[in-house]
């Protein structure tokens, strides 16, 4: 099992998945973008209380909210193909190290991160589309506040573990051939 997640194919079978669903997340965000949501649904994701949350809700036409709503929706599948692509590659990091390494370890631990990442984005979704059906209350949009911030977190040392370690992998191996 281990080495059908390390191979090459499934790596670049999950990078395909994940430029494709990139990009199928940013032509919903297309729609989405405005002078009250300059970031589309990343500024939905952070409005910082209920009146921001309102007042990019209300930016919106039925079209846009109606993209808001499939980006959402979507983003439930994403969250699967992105855990997984980023999966994919600590695992190639962590296989790559000696036992009992502290970047072995890292990548361990990174693993475990990236997948409450997912649960996290998970959450903050289900309080942006309470929002977007129209439950207007403090707690979904400070929900969705706090769990994206943990989330991009999270993603954002994972993705910088990876940028210090795939490096010295490919120059590593480079160097033993």
């Known amino acids: 099992m281990n080495n059908l997640l390390l191979s090459k194919n499934t790596l670049i079978i999950s990078f395909a998945l994940l430029i494709l669903s990139i990009g199928v997340m940013r032509s919903f965000d297309g729609y989405l973008k405005n ?35 499939l980006s959402l929706g979507f983003d439930y599948l994403f969250m699967i193909i992105y855990g997984g692509f980023i999966s994919v590659l600590l695992l190639r990091v962590k296989d ?37 059906l129209g439950d207007m209350r403090e707690v979904w949009s400070s929900v969705a506040l706090y769990f994206a911030s943990a989330k991009f977190i999270i993603l954002l040392m994972v993705i910088i573990f990876l940028l210090i370690t795939l490096p010295i992998m490919i120059f590593g191996r480079r160097r033993k051939q």
Do not use: C, H, M
Request: glycine residues 6%; proline residues 1%; neutral net charge.
């Open 35 to 69: 002078e009250v949501a300059p970031k589309g649904i990343v500024s939905f994701e952070l409005a910082s209380d209920l009146d921001e949350s309102k007042a990019i809700i209300n930016s919106w036409n039925e079209q846009s909210k109606t993209a808001a709503g």
């Open 96 to 132: 790559y190290f000696q036992q009992k390494s502290f970047l072995r370890k890292t990548a361990r631990f990174a693993l475990i991160g990236v997948w409450v990442a997912v649960l996290f984005d998970g959450v903050e979704n289900y309080g942006l589309i309470r929002l977007i």
